[in-house]
């Protein structure tokens, strides 16, 4: 039972949905900033079912009405009940899957950054929460320093002499399940198995493509002990691809290196579009729930404790 029958009515479940999908199709940064625009917007009024003189909820009864919601799993039923229309299933794959990760940035500065275990005495600099610092000549790692902002969030680059920063990783399973797990660099791998293992357990083998950076022996060697063909391009920049021509003979291996790339256009769309260049909250289990299309992951992946 997610409501009490005692104190102020709440808001309803069906108005919270419609909210959130404003939310995410508007690209509004925060609550506050949703209830700010329900409240002049006729559009935004229409859609969740608010009338031109209702009065509009305050930001704060969004937001902890919004967590009750997804505890309650109503967030994944409702989608559930979208992927099983008939015009949408129409458009899922049940024998090929496409996979890939992304970065995501934290809701976090570089300045929180600081030495797990805090020096005693500060030199006097002082400056208030935004003091100035001067990173130059320190090194800084995951293994001893931690943001006071987002604990969870880590310092990551994607290649070499490309800017570290605080992010999480996104992962996809092209419109069957989607997740997001702390940074490592064995995380994209670890996170398609878990999302692919529920799709492989069944007579007929199913394809997975992926990118380069999934070419790993093991990884290779994983997906075919579940029954599933690892579509994945080869990564020969001075090393031997695990992909063989027991994989590239056949033609459907051309085929999924063209349909993987789709999934390029739903990270565009997230980063672009939805406004999740950047994380709306601050900490892992927020985050890292259960799953809104599937199933709920199992654990953060590849991360040190």
């Not at 305050?58 to 099983?84: M, Q, Y």
């Amino acid at each position: 039972m997610l409501y009490s029958g005692l104190g102020w009515p709440s808001v309803p479940p069906e108005k919270l949905l419609r909210a959130m999908l404003l939310q995410a199709f508007y690209s509004v940064r925060s609550e506050r900033q949703l209830i700010e625009r329900i409240e002049f917007d006729l559009l935004f009024r229409w859609f969740v079912g608010i009338g031109v003189d209702d009065p509009v909820w305050d930001h704060s009864s969004f937001t902890k009405n919004r967590d009750r919601l997804l505890e309650g799993e109503i967030a994944e039923k409702f989608l559930s009940a979208v992927l099983s229309q008939p015009r949408v299933r129409r458009l899922l794959s049940s024998e090929h899957f496409s996979v890939d990760g992304t970065l995501i940035q934290a809701w976090a500065s570089m300045k929180s950054f600081k030495p797990k275990q805090p020096p005693v005495n500060d030199g006097g600099r002082g400056g208030g929460r935004n003091a100035p610092t001067d990173f130059r000549g320190q090194k800084r790692s995951n293994e001893t320093h931690q943001s006071r902002t987002d604990p969870d969030a880590r310092l990551y680059r994607k290649g070499p002499g490309m800017e570290a920063k605080l992010c999480f990783i996104g992962h996809g399973l092209m419109e069957n399940d989607a997740r997001l797990t702390r940074v490592s660099g064995h995380a994209e791998r670890l996170a398609a198995i878990d999302m692919v293992q529920h799709w492989a357990d069944r007579p007929r083998a199913i394809t997975l493509g992926a990118d380069k950076g999934y070419d790993a022996a093991d990884f290779v060697e994983e997906l075919r002990g579940m029954n599933v063909r690892p579509h994945v391009a080869q990564n020969t920049s001075g090393r031997r691809s695990a992909i063989d021509k027991r994989t590239t003979r056949h033609p459907g291996y051309a085929k999924s290196q063209r349909i993987r790339k789709r999934i390029e256009e739903a990270f565009g769309w997230i980063k672009g579009v939805g406004g999740l260049r950047q994380t709306k909250l601050r900490g892992g289990p927020r985050w890292i729930g259960p799953s809104p299309l599937r199933r709920p992951p199992t654990t953060w992946y590849g991360c040190p404790s």
